[in-house]
Every structure is written in structure tokens, then in C-alpha cells.
């Protein structure tokens, strides 16, 4: 157990509304990820973070924007969600950039 | 860009048959993870691969490492239904996070 929480668990939501994922993990990973992961499609990148304040874009990062200020805490925002954004969110962390990722429980999100 | 392939996406198994699912990736990596998702359920780690040649065994998994051929396999002996789950492979190339494969499902029947 990598120590890593994501909340909500489960939301619904109203397309044109903005959502907030959290994850928070406790065990000092330098990186925290956020992917998506949908039928036909596996896991996708859609934002990573390597430090405080540090960020960078991953494959589907459209629609979306992160933020980590703190360690232990990365946030994913939908600005205005949308019914293509329905899906499961994962967390994942690691200590290096391509070393192996560790998972938190994931969040189903659907955009009603 | 770095592409994982997984293949086949779908497998249906008969218990007590052997196995093999293929994951092929696009760049020189020497960095590959395999994951089990059980339905509803998060990703759990299996093995990790940090070099060309590299074979890690877990039970009736085993996994192996070409990095030249740019090709790692997981072989499954003498299926049992407990194995039934989807399988990711990832791919850690130089300077950029974890790309994974789409997945393979293994239905394992009797």
C-alpha cells in the first residue's frame, strides 16, 4: 500500500460544471500522475507532476488542468466538464519518473 | 512518440492451458511493468523489468524482457481461473512518465 488516497470516490456531475479530483498520498513520491481509463483505450496520461509547483502535459490533457501545492497533494480540475470526460480517474505516484507507479483506488466520474 | 501494443486484447483461456500475451513498444526502453486490474478494482503491481533479458516468475506468471526486439512477453502455465483479470503492460522510456498498453482481459474457463 502506497499510501494513496483519491476522494471522491464516485461523483456525478452536470455538464458545464467544474470538478475538483483529489489525490493525496503519504509516503514522499517525488512524481504523482493523473490518468484516465476508459473501454478500448487503457490507461492514458493526462497530467504529471515531478515537484511542487512543477507540472507537465501528458496525452489527453485537454479540458483539464493540475496543480500541486504541497508534497503529498496533486489536484485535477474538469474547468467545465463534459460527457467525454466520464470516465475512471487514477493516481498513481512513484519516485522517478519512469519507475514503477503505484495506484490509488480510482474515482468514477460521471458528466450528466 | 512512445506506442505500446498489447496483443491480443481479449483472451479466453481453458483452465490447465498455457499462454502467452505480447507487449510491443515503440522506443529504446529498458524499463517495462506488468499490472493486474481485477474488475472495479485499482491496478496492482506484478513484475518489473529493468534490463534486456531480464525474466521475473511469480507463480504460474512469468514475464521476460527483450529489449532489442523491443518486446516483452507474460506467459501463463496451466491457467487457473483466479488468473482472470486484465493485463497491463507499461513502458517507461527516457524523460517521460509511464505509457500503458490498452490491456489484455483473460477470461479463464473450465
Known amino acids: 500500500d502506497a499510501g494513496i488516497t483519491q476522494s471522491p470516490r464516485h461523483k456525478v456531475t452536470e455538464t458545464g460544471t467544474p470538478v475538483t479530483l483529489r489525490c493525496h498520498q503519504t509516503?514522499?513520491?517525488?512524481?504523482m500522475y493523473w490518468y484516465r481509463q476508459d473501454p478500448g483505450h487503457g490507461l492514458r496520461l493526462i497530467h504529471y507532476?515531478?515537484?511542487?509547483?512543477?507540472?507537465d502535459k501528458g496525452e489527453v490533457s485537454d479540458g483539464y488542468s493540475v496543480s500541486r501545492s504541497k508534497t503529498e497533494d496533486f489536484l485535477l480540475t474538469l474547468e467545465s466538464a463534459t460527457s467525454s470526460q466520464t470516465s475512471v480517474y487514477f493516481c498513481a505516484v512513484s519516485q522517478g519518473v519512469n519507475t514503477e507507479a503505484f495506484f490509488g483506488q480510482g474515482t468514477r466520474l460521471t458528466v450528466v | 512518440e512512445l506506442k505500446v501494443e498489447q496483443n491480443p486484447l481479449f483472451l479466453s483461456m481453458q483452465e490447465g492451458k498455457n499462454y502467452t500475451i505480447y507487449c510491443n513498444y515503440s522506443t529504446t526502453s529498458d524499463r517495462l511493468y506488468w499490472y493486474r486490474q481485477d474488475p472495479g478494482k485499482s491496478l496492482e503491481s506484478l513484475f518489473v523489468l529493468l534490463s534486456n533479458g531480464a525474466v521475473k516468475q511469480e507463480g504460474r506468471l512469468m514475464a521476460s524482457l527483450d529489449t532489442k526486439a523491443r518486446l516483452s512477453t507474460l506467459h501463463i502455465t496451466a491457467a487457473v481461473h483466479d488468473l482472470s483479470a486484465t493485463y497491463f503492460c507499461a513502458v517507461g522510456a527516457q524523460g517521460t512518465a509511464l505509457i500503458f498498453g490498452k490491456g489484455t482481459t483473460l477470461s479463464v474457463s473450465s
Open positions: 509516503e514522499n513520491h517525488r512524481y
Open positions: 507532476s515531478y515537484g511542487v509547483k512543477d507540472t
